[in-house]
């Protein structure tokens, strides 16, 4: 027999999702089957699957070995042994970390394990604000996430009800993100509002820009601001009205200003001169703006939190003051 305890991070989730993660060698099948025979029970009663767990509650589970014993690969964090990180922010709720341009936020399709949320995780286990032995189900989580090449504030959940009031916040609006970014040429006007729509191609990993609403397609808004101008090229600040893949490379290249080293949607006879191979782009400034009940979060409502020292900036307008 083995048995769980629940948590305040697995609190609030159907035991059914619970045991998808803590048991997954165990089918659905094979889990509403034990649940009858009563070979899975809560607190040492037969339940339901859609059973909500609460803090404290015991599932015991009498099932073979063969759910467990299972040989896995070790947990990328388990491999890093000092994790790489630029924390802007960490309370016990969340953490803020400034991801440098070249890392994938995730594993990709090339394999990368070298991760920035395997580093979060290495941070906080390492430091003991999470055992990952300790709760079956939750792991610290990422909210949001960026291209490979580019930088900027990156969004860690440490616990299961931050995961979840954060994820309901990005759907809302309510935060704000702005970025720093690059461009070849003067945007004109200096100023403004982009509004159309991107459709995602898969195959070519790549969005196109539409003037009407075609099949696939999303409404894309970008309001820019020029905030300095050096010889060809200039600084320009982004914010994100909608959060649409590669929304800010295909919205500055769709009037005429490309990202400075972005090969996907500007052109190499642009950036040859600069030998920029990723695109000049930075998530620097993160504001929560809350209007509606955040919970536990509420004392995040009104902060804002901003990378000083993008590095591009300091490259090509040293003399730029924010």
Not at 124 to 140: C, H, K, R, V
Not at 197 to 214: A, F, G, I, M, S
Not at 229 to 244: D, F, I, M, P, Y
Not at 252 to 280: F, H, V, W
Request: proline letters at 4%; glycine letters at 6%; charged letters at 25%.
């Amino acid at each position: 027999m083995k048995e769980y305890y629940i948590t305040k991070n697995d609190s609030g989730q159907r035991l059914n999702k619970f045991l998808e993660k803590a048991v997954p060698r165990l089918s659905g099948g094979m889990m509403h089957k034990y649940l009858r025979l009563k070979r899975i029970k809560v607190n040492g009663k037969r339940t339901e699957a859609a059973y909500r767990l609460c803090e404290g509650d015991a599932i015991q589970l009498y099932l073979n070995d063969e759910y467990f014993d299972a040989p896995r690969e070790e947990d990328a964090f388990r491999r890093i042994i000092r994790p790489q990180l630029h924390i802007v922010y960490e309370d016990e709720n969340i953490l803020l970390a400034d991801k440098v341009p070249g890392m994938v936020v995730h594993a990709d399709e090339r394999g990368d394990t070298n991760t920035l949320i395997a580093h979060i995780q290495a941070h906080l286990y390492q430091s003991g604000a999470w055992d990952p032995d300790d709760a079956a189900s939750f792991a610290p989580a990422l909210c949001n996430r960026i291209d490979r090449n580019t930088g900027g504030i990156v969004i860690a959940a440490k616990t299961a009800e931050a995961l979840r009031i954060l994820n309901d916040k990005i759907k809302s609006r309510e935060l704000e993100k702005r970025y720093l970014c690059i461009v070849h040429g003067r945007p004109s006007p200096a100023e403004g509002l982009i509004e159309n729509y991107l459709r995602r191609d898969e195959k070519r990993k790549q969005v196109t820009l539409h003037t009407t609403c075609v099949p696939g397609a999303k409404t894309a808004r970008t309001r820019y601001r020029t905030l300095a101008t050096a010889k060809k090229l200039s600084l320009v600040e982004c914010e994100l009205l909608t959060g649409r893949t590669h929304q800010i490379r295909a919205h500055m290249a769709s009037i005429g200003c490309p990202l400075l080293g972005d090969g996907k949607y500007g052109t190499n006879e642009l950036n040859r001169p600069y030998g920029e191979t990723g695109q000049a782009l930075y998530a620097y400034k993160l504001t929560f703006h809350f209007t509606q009940d955040a919970g536990v979060l509420a004392y995040l409502s009104g902060k804002t939190f901003t990378v000083r020292n993008v590095p591009f900036v300091k490259k090509y307008f040293p003399s730029y003051q924010r």
